[in-house]
């Protein structure tokens, strides 16, 4: 008995630490003010078609999107979506190293400490939870954070 | 000594089921894939003008934006960040009941999962971690996410 208490007492001790270092990961992302986004879809693009796919949960919000002919696609530059490429305040705009360096928020440079990529799309069609676009320059799979007309 | 070890293994047990507690919250909000979002800085209205007020860590990410006219400013509705205004699908368009019920993806209402508002503003005056703008439909203090040109 006396040695199961013990033992007891050794796994709870280390599952206790384990936890702590647990929380405190979860928490120096968190320290600072900050916002979170959740995808509501993502870019598919088969054979010579571009949808934006939205989760089936979300497909009311597309009520009269068939009444326009362009959308704002707001989506997440997701590859590029680690702490070193959200420190980058400057580049050589369109990675060009011939045009001089200037500030991120001077460019639409996909790094940026929030990766927020905007595009103006043309609608081809809009079915249940999916829009047809005629393109739109960003790697399949990229998560869709919002539409707007 | 016995009664001392069972009062820690107690102790500890508390303890633990408390950190596994604070361990649940964090990832109920976070068990879903999500991104987070840092504030760059915040809208200022003070007195006619109307200023965007960057934290200087990030005034770097400046540089070249006094040769441009405008700026696409991109900020968060704050003031709707709650679960439940997070879950409004659809809208009368402008808040006017005579507006037929709309998806929130086919208007700019400020209700909407991801609650990112974008507007393009003129720019009046860069100077250090602060660019001057003629004017924006924003509240005070809202935080500021990105800009791009």
Redesign the interface.
Known sequence: MKDF??H??VT??L??VG??N??KE??S??S?????????GKIVKEKNRTLIV?EKK?Q??????E??SQ??V?Y?F?RN?TPDKREI??VHPRGDKQN?????????SPV?????A?SRCKILSVRDNIVEIDDIDAFPDS?V?????
Chains 1, 2 share one sequence.
């Open positions: 208490r013990l007891l007492l709870i001790s599952s206790w936890c702590t647990v929380c979860e928490k992302n968190t600072e003010p900050h916002y979170i986004l959740h995808p509501i939205l979300y009311s919000g597309l009520l009269g999107m009444q326009f959308v704002t707001i997440w997701d979506d305040l400057q001089p360096i200037r500030g991120v928020f001077a460019t639409h940026r400490p929030n990766l927020i905007i998560p954070l919002d539409l707007k007309n």
